[in-house]
């Protein structure tokens, strides 16, 4: 287990470990967390439904849409976070992070077999404010966003939660020959995660046990991933980057392994390009972060590391940030601190 500070938002060490239970399986009971975490029920359910009410945490269902590819911008003095907003509403989006550095803004988009040029040659130079990008494919995952164990639970903890087994290393699209069953309950998902099986049997208009089967069977195939979205900085790893990687292409295997021992480690893709490799690791310091680019075994295996700090996450597993939220009301309300320009 990762020994992390207490952090602002009225979130305590229970709450830290009702998060990650969530992060292992968005829609486990209040009943079946406090069992795994020896709590009392009651307790679970009051601070858990704080979390999700105050949007503290978000729980949410990502459907694959199509390839994934990274989009680095550059962009005009004064328009990144104009860019980097209109970029988070981008349809396909799943994260979107304002960096410290060389590159501005970093996303990852869902693009659609036959959208890659529309994406490349349309949409991205249209964005408000941006006088450069570069498109990366995704090849592989070693771990998504929503694998990520935070290392605050035991092992007996994670095992007691863990339902499904890990999504697979690519990404794909869900079957064509999906029902209209199917596409509704996973619509509904990608809305809200823990809506009951009696909601979403409503809304497909099935039986609730075959809504339950349903949901099942899609979470189970890896059609849809369900997991919490929150903050790193409120589970007490308030440094964020975002690594470039060059190694030699027969050492990108080893090396992505050894990444993986840092439970730290958010996000591990391969990815086309100069750099091969792109992470996302948060820390509880930036001493921390220095140790980890400089005296972890992954270092002796590679040719180059850029590191950008993430200084403004907008989008985290295809769902807003409070960040993202807060602008958007302010350019809503026309007040100070609002977005011009781009469709925000």
């Known amino acids: 287990m990762v020994s992390v500070t207490p952090v602002d938002a009225g979130v305590d060490a229970l709450d830290r470990?009702?998060?990650?239970?969530?992060?292992?399986?968005?829609?486990?009971?209040?009943r079946r967390?406090?069992?795994?975490?020896?709590?009392?029920?009651?307790t679970v359910a009051r601070r858990g439904l704080r979390l999700l009410e105050s949007r503290l945490v978000t729980v949410t269902g990502l459907v694959a849409n199509g390839d994934t590819v990274i989009v680095r911008l550059n962009c005009r003095p004064g328009q990144v976070r104009e860019?980097?907003?209109?970029a988070a509403a981008g349809s396909g989006t799943v994260f979107t992070y304002v960096l410290a550095g060389s590159v501005d803004c970093v996303a990852e988009v869902q693009c659609p077999p036959d959208g890659l040029a529309r994406l490349m040659l349309e949409e991205l130079p249209a964005l408000p404010g941006v006088i450069s990008q570069q498109v990366a494919p995704v090849l592989r995952y070693f771990r998504t966003v929503h694998e990520w164990q935070p290392a605050l639970l035991?092992?007996?903890e994670v095992a007691a939660l863990a339902r499904f087994p890990s999504p697979t290393e690519t990404v794909e699209a869900p079957d064509g020959d999906l029902g209209s069953e199917e596409w509704s309950i996973l619509r509904a998902l990608a809305a809200d995660g823990r809506r009951t099986h009696e909601e979403l049997a409503a809304v497909a208009g099935v039986s609730e046990a075959t809504a339950r089967r349903r949901v099942e069977a899609l979470t189970r195939s890896g059609m849809v991933s369900i997991r919490a979205s929150t903050e790193p900085a409120l589970l007490g790893l308030p440094v964020e980057a975002m690594l470039w990687i060059r190694t030699r292409p027969d050492d990108v295997e080893a090396v992505g392994r050894l990444l993986l021992d840092s439970p730290l480690v958010r996000y591990a893709a391969v990815v086309m390009g100069e750099y091969q490799i792109l992470v996302d690791v948060v820390q509880p310091s930036k001493q921390a972060l220095h140790e980890f680019l400089t005296d972890s075994p992954w270092v002796r295996r590679v040719e180059a590391v850029q590191s950008h700090l993430v200084?403004?996450?907008?989008?985290?597993?295809?769902?807003?940030?409070?960040?993202?939220?807060?602008l958007r009301?302010?350019?809503?309300?026309?007040?100070?601190?609002?977005?011009?320009?781009?469709d925000a």
């Open 17 to 30: 470990r009702i998060i990650a239970a969530l992060q292992i399986d968005g829609r486990a009971s209040w």
């Open 33 to 42: 967390i406090a069992t795994a975490l020896g709590e009392p029920e009651r």
């Open 83 to 86: 860019a980097a907003t209109a």
């Open 154 to 156: 035991t092992a007996d």
């Open 311 to 326: 200084v403004e996450a907008l989008m985290r597993s295809a769902t807003p940030t409070p960040r993202l939220r807060e």
């Open 329 to 342: 009301e302010a350019h809503a309300k026309g007040g100070a601190g609002g977005v011009g320009g781009g």
